[in-house]
């Protein structure tokens, strides 16, 4: 049976019954050697682990080792490769100094030393989202976890829900969980949330992230979301809730103690005229396939709420087109609506997940090719960069210069959106900022208006 035919009919079988209570057991780096998984692989490979894990966060829970990973496949399992620490991620140079550090058996102070020299060299907090995200209050005071980069739409990082059930090895937030208080962007203070948006009518989405906001137990995000449902925040339009829950614990919305209360609140914001988008964040099909995740994705929507589906494209992960047909059209049959593939950051271990832009369009294109207009709403591949949210539209040879075409989806100056610009072709770059105008020009049309922004005020 393939593998489309076989996810199909998991996914329309519609007696599965209903899961078990399952206790959430999970791993860290101090937890490697009690993963029974991985007493198959090679004691190179595991030190290899503990010398990555030393700089960039690991988490994993028994759900994701049982249920997701083939380990029959190991390497090359791709949720394998999503969750679990590879040689790669960091360069050679950073590798053998974290390596002979725990060779030596330093001090846990020098080690940490050593860490924090390494995750600085990272680009822990790309695209300004520190120092030109961060908006503050009419008395001038900074709301630290708060972002707002587009007129429409405001961040919110409640610090009860800046950890995940599971770490992403791409992680382009890593840095919100390697302890550095520095590096963190969160925020208790839901009064001054709620005063910032009561403040600003222009806002018409609140996009609730982390970390993952689906950690918090569901008396937190009452408190968060619930005072939106009283009338001077009806311009708050649309409440989005990013999540990777329904990919790595999907008995968040199932058979977790307090499911049955989070789904009561989305049914009432539902209810109440309030949009309520689950951005789901997906990398492969094998994530779907679970009877307990399809359980959680009709469970969401019977709520009212939509669930819409993201994720970079990824070196060793889902680098070919037909990973993200399959997984595009099994979304599509599961009620959920493709929404973004993102090119992954530049931040983190991108080295080793990147993929250049030509290609990353190619794999896009070849994907959209298979399937049928409700997968072609999945747009990309997209930067997300520091000026806005940058859409690869084509490769094209125009006046016999072979160029990329490119257009804002999203932008920080709003009149940027859907204007289309021009860069030099180039098959290796696979960031915004490697690129060069096209036709002779020498900068792009944004750069002068960005570049202001970007200085003190």
Known sequence: MSTTSAL?????????????????????????????????????????????????????????????????????????????????????????????????????????????????????????????????????????????????????????????????????????????????????????????????????????????????????????????????????????IGTKALTFWPHRFVTDNDADELIDLLQRLSAAGKHVAIMAHYNHWKELSTDIAQQAIARLRATGAEIRSQGPLLAHINDNADDWATMWRTQVGLGIVPYYMFVERDTGARHHFEVPLARAWNIYRDAMQQVSGLGRTARGPSMSAGPGKVEIQGIAEIQGEKVFVLRFIQGRNPDWVQRPFFARYDENATWLDQLKPAFGEQRFFFEDEYEAMQQPT
């Open 8 to 240: 199909s009919r998991i996914a329309f079988d519609s007696a599965t019954p209903s899961a078990e209570p399952r206790a959430f057991k999970v791993y860290t780096q101090r937890d490697l050697d009690k993963i029974e998984a991985l007493n198959t692989l090679s004691e190179e490979t595991r030190f290899e682990m503990r010398v990555v894990s030393s700089v960039l966060p690991f988490r994993v829970n028994a759900y994701v080792i049982d249920e997701l990973i083939d380990w029959r496949k190991v390497p090359n399992d791709p949720i394998y490769q999503l969750t679990f620490p590879q040689r790669d991620m960091l360069t050679p140079d950073m590798y053998e100094r974290m390596a002979e550090a725990l060779r030596a058996n330093l001090p846990r102070e020098q080690l940490q030393a050593l860490a924090q020299t390494l995750r600085a060299e990272l680009n822990p907090h790309p695209a300004g989202q520190l120092e030109l995200n961060v908006p503050c209050t009419d008395d001038g005071e900074r709301l630290n976890g708060v972002q707002h980069k587009y007129r429409e739409t405001v961040l919110f990082f409640p610090s009860q829900g800046q950890t995940c059930h599971s770490y992403c090895t791409f992680c382009f937030r890593w840095a919100q969980f390697v302890g550095d208080k520095e590096l963190r962007m969160a925020s208790t203070e839901a009064a001054k949330l709620h005063a910032y948006l009561k403040s600003h009518t222009e806002v018409t989405d609140l996009l609730i992230t982390g970390g993952d906001p689906m950690v918090m137990k569901t008396k937190h995000l009452v408190s968060y979301l619930e005072p939106l449902l009283q009338p001077q925040f009806s311009h708050i339009q649309t409440i989005r």
